[in-house]
């Protein structure tokens, strides 16, 4: 059953896994620990963007980025259907909500050598589970394309230089349902019963 598109699924669907990953398969140098005071790593959303300074340590934030949303209906003309007699009159449509989205992930740290490492920890992380994460959270293609940017030199405050790293991919999911005319018949004939008193 397709389950309901909600934007904060895409970074739960993202968070989640990345946590889990550096917990489990990071160096000791990058361990993330939901404790603050053992963590190496700092992994959040882009609104955690202040709250976590990428002084101490070196950081992973997730935004869900912008995503559209496509209206489309099949009818009779677009889809098999019974017929006219069958139906004693009444179409049914089958509605479909498309959605299309870009999500980033950006990494930060101190050294070059350490954004590349993490970018790629979490490349890594993303190509080998986007068919589960997929199938978890309902997605119909998730990190089919993953395109990773250069590690770039940033001015981190007056005196300080960080470096950063995008990493960004598409996903799409759909929502679909039935409009039965039938009952929008039935809820006019009730509209205009209750109506006449």
């Not at 300074?53 to 677009?78: A, C, F, K, M, T």
């Not at 589960?132 to 940033?154: L, M, Q, T, V, Y």
């Not at 005196?159 to 990493?167: K, L, M």
Request: proline share 4%; net charge negative; glycine share 6%.
């Amino acid at each position: 059953m397709a389950k309901h598109f909600s934007p904060l699924n895409v970074s739960i669907a993202l968070l989640e896994p990345i946590e889990y990953f550096f917990t489990h398969y990071a160096t000791p140098d990058l361990k993330y620990s939901k404790n603050d005071k053992e963590t190496k790593i700092e992994i959040g959303t882009v609104n955690d963007f202040h709250k976590i300074v990428v002084e101490s340590l070196p950081r992973i934030l997730v935004d869900r980025g912008p995503y559209e949303l496509n209206s489309n209906h099949l009818n009779e003309s677009l889809a098999e259907s019974d017929s006219f007699e069958a139906t004693l009159g009444l179409k049914e449509h089958v509605k479909h909500v498309f959605i299309n989205g870009q999500v980033s992930i950006t990494i930060e740290a101190r050294q070059e050598g350490v954004c590349e490492k993490i970018t790629d920890m979490v490349a890594t992380m993303l190509s080998w589970t986007q068919h589960e994460i997929a199938r978890d959270f309902g997605f119909k293609k998730f990190a089919g394309r993953i395109n990773i940017g250069s590690c770039s030199p940033f001015e981190d405050g007056e005196t300080s230089r960080s470096f950063r790293c995008v990493v960004t991919f598409p996903y799409s999911t759909e929502e679909t349902w039935n409009l039965d005319e039938l009952g929008v018949k039935i809820k006019s004939a009730d509209l205009n019963i209750t109506s006449t008193n």
